[in-house]
Structure formats: C-alpha cells, structure tokens
C-alpha cells in the first residue's frame, strides 16, 4: 500500500501542504518580560522544522494580556508588536525551514484565565469554572463593545502573523477557551445577538473569519480548531459541531482540526472529569474509546456534511492508525502533539521508515518506583498521571527552547516540581510587567 503520510496536500486556495503531518498546537509558556517571543521560540521551531513536519502550529498566541492561558504566553496586541516584530519574523524564518508551513494558533483564554492573573476574566456570560482545587476568577459577562473588541484583536494578531512571515492561521474554538465558550449553551446563557440559536453562539466565529479574510487576503490559510463536543451535559453537541462546522465551510475557512474537551472535561489528555459533579459528563462510546484516535469518529460524521479538509489530532501513535485514517479520507492531515516533545524527529524517522509506533507516554516517562501505574483504575492517579505527565512535555519544550534535547531521563515528580516552579516564577514576572 503506498504511504498517505508523505504526500502533498493542496488546501482549497492552493497552499500545498509537503506532507499530511501537522504538529499539533501545544502551549509553550516560555514568552518573556511583557509577554514576548524571543530566541527560545527560535531554537524550538528550528527543531521541529527540521523533524520534516508538514504544518508546525504554534500554541495559544494570546490576543489580550488580561485573559491568558498561562502567565508565560506570547501576547500579541497593539501595545507590544513593534517591540516582537523582529523576534517574530526570526520565529517564522526558523520555522518554515525545508519547505515547512507555520501557521499562527491565536487564543483569547476566556474564563479559563488563571485566578492569580485575572480573577474578573471575560466570558460570554458569568458562569465561572467548577474545578475544585483551582484558582479561577467568577468571569464578567462581555458586552457589545467587549465582543467587538477582542473581535478587532482577533483580527489585528492575524494580520500581524501574515506581515511578519506566518503561513497561515489558526483561530482556537475548542478545549473551552472564549470561542468554544461561546459555542457552548451551558456556558454561553446570553438573550441577545451572541446567544440563544446555535447560529448566534457560532456569530463571533463569522464575523472575525470575514474580517480576518479582508485583512489577510484570498492566498492565506484560516484554519479553526473546533470541539467535536463539551462531552458535558447540555453542553456544546456533536450535531451542533456538524452545523457550525458548515457555517465555517461557508464562511470560507480552509481546514477545520477536530479536537474535544474542556478543562472541566479534558477527554484530549485521557481524563474523563474534574468537576464537582460528575453527573455533567458526557462519557465517550465504548468504539471511540477503544480506536487509537481520540476524535476520528466525530470527524467521520462531519465529513458527511462538509466539502473542505479536516484535521483530526489526539491519540495517533502508529504509522498503521495514520496511514488508515488518511487512506480512508476521514481526514486529510493528522496532528501530532506529545510525541513530538519527547523526540523532535520522530515523524521524520517514521516517515523514512524506520519507526512505526511514535514515542508514547509510557515509554517515554522514566517513572521510577511509584504507585503511579499509566494504566490505575483510580481517578485521582489518573488525574495525577496526567498533570505530572503534561509538565513533563512542557520540561521538554522548554529543553528544546534551550537549544537542548528532551531528557528523556527526567523523572516525572521531578518535571512537575520544576513545572511548578517555573509557574510561580512566571507569574511573578507577568505581575511586575502589567
């Protein structure tokens, strides 16, 4: 059977894609001083540029200091750009090496803003998160001119990305940041022109997509993350996915990537639910669970109703489930995250042939004695897997940043006490910046 993996791919507009690998948007939390891009982003995006990625994503490039995902965020807005604009065309240089598209992922975290960094954050309307345990601010309803704003902000950091050498863009509408709030009726309870059908709950996403496409031009890439589902009870459904997902199409947006989740229910790293009342949950089909892509199915369906590519990102680890979801045309580029933090060139070597399974979290953590079984029927292990397991991949990248290679021999409580560290020190230097 010929390979999927390595061969072109054109988008609707005619970008050609080299091959059907993307790298999947994963936060880097290494900005600097007043939230900026610098010589770290260089070094890590010349890594993976060199990995033979078709699309390297960068993560959560904020559009409003306020309202971020983590104190070490890049912020892109009208008061920081000209001091960056260097830094962020050295980003893009490095990270469109050998052909390479980089495409901009652009994020505004809505009411999932860190307590010790907002505790008022903006949202659709003031229905703050339920996770016990964690800081976060009761959220302010947005009003008019608020929405029109980060629409405008939206909009600015896109153009900002074509001018300094970005290859496209990526708005963020998934894992419950402010355009999936939006998109959500148990979040999104507003009576007005933002609210209500699902046609107003998607009205923020059309209005930044078509003054997005003014500023950027007919040649360049808008692609959106969207949320297959909440996976919470009267949340943001499947069916309406398919709708919005048509409304994009529409609207002229080049690729939709599937994903899924919120930080209530975060199904995209394998925990099931954190909230104070499980009864919201949602639980994923036995099938679903089972297949190696976390969210193939839903894309399944959306294909059925829209004619523009998809992209499906979560759980791939085998050139076999690749190759079978590309072949099958359920998707036409798959995204790899975590893999890619534990060896920055494995989608290369898979693609020369010599590996077949990509690094996998329990082959890659060097655990050591510990209770913490990957596979612990316990919730609260897996909760701990998890979260001790993601700032293991944050300690990667930013071993990358460094100029280094991920240290494979790195224990996990080890990574979770130098991730801990590295966020206190970060919010204090986002505090004495703003």
């Not at 009411?111 to 003031?126: D, H, K, L, M, V």
């Not at 290369?348 to 510990?370: D, N, R």
């Amino acid at each position: 059977m010929p390979s999927f993996i390595n061969k072109s791919f054109t988008l609707p507009r005619g970008q050609v894609i080299k091959n059907r690998i993307c790298k999947a948007a994963m936060t880097e939390r290494i900005a600097k001083g007043n939230n900026l891009a610098h010589q770290g982003h260089v070094n890590l995006y010349e890594r993976w540029a060199d990995g033979d990625i078709g699309i390297l994503l960068t993560g959560n490039i904020q559009i409003d200091r306020r309202n971020i995902e983590g104190p070490a965020n890049v912020v892109i807005d009208s008061e920081n750009y000209k001091e960056q604009l260097d830094s962020l065309r050295a980003w893009s240089r490095a990270g469109t090496k050998n052909n390479t598209q980089l495409w901009m992922q652009i994020s505004h975290a809505g009411r999932q803003t860190p307590g010790e960094i907002n505790s008022s954050p903006f949202a659709p309307s003031n229905i703050g998160l339920k996770i016990p345990g964690k800081n976060y601010g009761t959220p302010i309803p947005m009003t008019d001119e608020d929405i029109l704003d980060v629409i405008d902000r939206f909009v600015f950091t896109a153009k900002i990305a074509r001018e300094t050498g970005f290859t496209g863009v990526q708005f963020h509408s998934a894992h419950g940041y402010l355009l999936s709030e939006f998109l959500s009726p148990d979040i999104n309870n507003r009576t007005d022109a933002w609210g209500g059908s699902v046609e107003n709950r998607a009205r923020i996403h059309l209005e930044i997509i078509n003054k997005c496409r003014k500023e950027v031009g007919e040649d360049f890439p808008i692609s959106v993350k969207l949320n297959s589902a909440d996976f919470q009870k009267g949340g943001f459904s499947p069916d309406e996915s398919i709708q919005v997902a048509q409304m994009l199409e529409n609207a002229g947006v080049d690729i939709i990537e599937i994903s899924g989740g919120t930080y209530e229910q975060p199904k995209l790293i394998g925990v099931d639910d954190l909230t104070i009342n499980p009864k919201r949950s949602e639980q994923r089909k036995e099938s679903t669970i089972a297949r190696e892509a976390y969210f193939l199915e839903y894309a399944k369906d959306i294909t059925k109703a829209v004619s523009l590519p998809l992209m499906v990102t979560g759980g791939f680890r085998t050139r076999e489930g690749i190759e079978d979801a590309l072949q099958s045309n359920v998707c036409q580029i798959v995204g790899i995250g975590r893999p890619l933090c534990a060896d920055p060139y494995c989608v290369k070597k898979m693609i020369a042939g010599e590996l077949e399974v990509l690094p996998s979290f329990e082959k890659t953590l060097s655990l050591g004695p510990s209770i913490l079984s990957p596979s612990s029927p316990f919730t609260i292990i897996k909760v701990i897997n998890a979260f001790g397991g993601m700032a293991w991949f944050y300690q990667q990248i930013k071993n990358m940043a460094k100029g280094l290679m991920p240290n494979h021999k790195q224990k996990l409580f080890n990574a979770f006490r130098a991730d801990m560290k590295a966020d206190k020190l970060a919010i204090k230097d986002y505090l004495d910046n703003n």
